[in-house]
């Protein structure tokens, strides 16, 4: 059993496009430390909030008697989101507003976000503003391509920005 213990603080934005832009993120068949998995997309645009995001793969989180488990066949993708708000229009870090798509499929943030062990920071980021947040998603067991969407006001002004969690490159 691997219990997730991360410390995450940022923001997360898209690239101009609708307001249901997708990115995916393919994770890679190595593993890197600490069980970490990771992948990423494009480059910055002067007035975005740029973003992006990394995905660990847990299989519960916190610890007895508040452990969150996932349903059988199921486990935890916990998403580390970073945001760069360059912008004028801020962008919300709500679970509501955040959904992860795995294999094609879309799902809400799970409750688990609110797990200590995940560094979940609610909040509008506004201009200048660098804010790093987590969120939890129940997945399918053989999820391994996923994807982060904002659906909230604003996706428009997102725009993906791979150098964001570039110390983890090796």
């Known amino acids: 059993m691997l219990t997730l213990r991360i410390n995450i603080n940022g923001e997360n934005c898209m690239r101009p496009s609708d307001s249901r832009t997708m990115h995916h993120q393919h994770v890679e068949e190595t593993q890197l430390e600490s069980g970490l998995y990771s992948g990423r997309s494009s480059a910055p645009q002067t007035e975005a909030c740029r ?3 990394e995905v660990i793969i847990v299989s519960s989180l916190g610890e007895f008697p508040f452990e969150h488990r996932p349903s059988m ?3 935890f993708a916990a998403v580390k989101l970073r945001l760069v708000n360059q912008g004028k229009i801020p962008i919300s870090t709500s679970r509501r507003l955040w959904e992860l798509t795995a294999n094609g499929h879309r799902y809400p943030a799970h409750v688990g976000t609110y797990d200590m062990s995940i560094d979940y920071d609610e909040r509008e980021v506004r201009q200048g503003d660098d804010t790093t947040t987590g969120l939890v998603f129940e997945v399918p067991s053989d999820a ?3 994807g982060l969407e904002y659906v909230g006001i604003g996706a428009y002004v997102l725009e993906r920005d791979k150098s964001l969690f570039q110390h983890n490159k090796k």
Do not use: I
């Open 51 to 53: 973003w992006d995001f």
């Open 73 to 75: 066949g199921n486990r």
């Open 144 to 146: 391994k391509e996923f």
